[in-house]
């Protein structure tokens, strides 16, 4: 399940940063995302149980783009936020997965800077889909500068959505 942010922030990759991390609870969860995100052919450039000492590991979680932790409990999940946000890019991308995403934790976690919050027993296909877009793999270029749909909605005919819809138009390709 994904609580989804209907923003294209998160899905727009990263310049001057490349790489995904992986990080779980245990050795075995790890290693499944891993093969997971190669099998999709999204670079997996390290890997580790989410309780190992990842200071050491502070020169490769600075370049990297995006970093999938799956963080455990929702009563663990601020606080490991709070480590990763410390030792990561500040423009990464941090993909959480937690056993339960409610709206409130996804919210809690967005605001603290999770970019997504994902449910642990949901399909990842949609988790490994936004790293991929991170990533810029099979992303249009529009996407990766930040596309925003906007719709004008007129109540009425004469109402001016069209003038309106035309001179957004014109300001938003300049």
Excluded: W
């Excluded at 290693?31 to 020169?59: F, I, K, Q, T, W």
């Excluded at 995403?101 to 949609?126: I, M, P």
């Amino acid at each position: 399940m994904l609580l989804k942010n209907y923003s294209s922030e998160a899905a727009a990759s990263v310049p001057g940063l490349t790489g995904l991390a992986v990080l779980a609870p245990d050795a075995a969860g790890g290693e499944r995302l891993r093969s997971a995100c190669e099998a999709r052919g999204l670079p997996v450039a390290l890997a580790l149980p989410l309780n190992r000492a990842l200071a050491s590991h502070v020169d490769t979680l600075q370049g990297l783009a995006a970093l999938i932790a799956d963080v455990g409990t929702a009563a663990t999940a601020p606080q490991a936020l709070r480590e990763l946000r410390e030792l990561c890019a500040p423009t990464a991308q941090i993909l959480l997965v937690v056993d339960r995403a409610d709206l409130a934790l996804a919210r809690e976690l967005r605001r603290q800077g999770a970019s997504e919050v994902f449910a642990r027993n949901a399909d990842h296909d949609e988790l490994l889909t936004l790293a991929g877009e991170i990533l810029g793999h099979g992303v249009a270029d529009s996407a990766r500068r930040g596309s925003r749909v906007l719709a004008v909605h007129g109540v009425c005919g004469g109402a001016g959505a069209g003038l309106v819809s035309a001179g957004l138009a014109t300001l938003l390709a300049a």
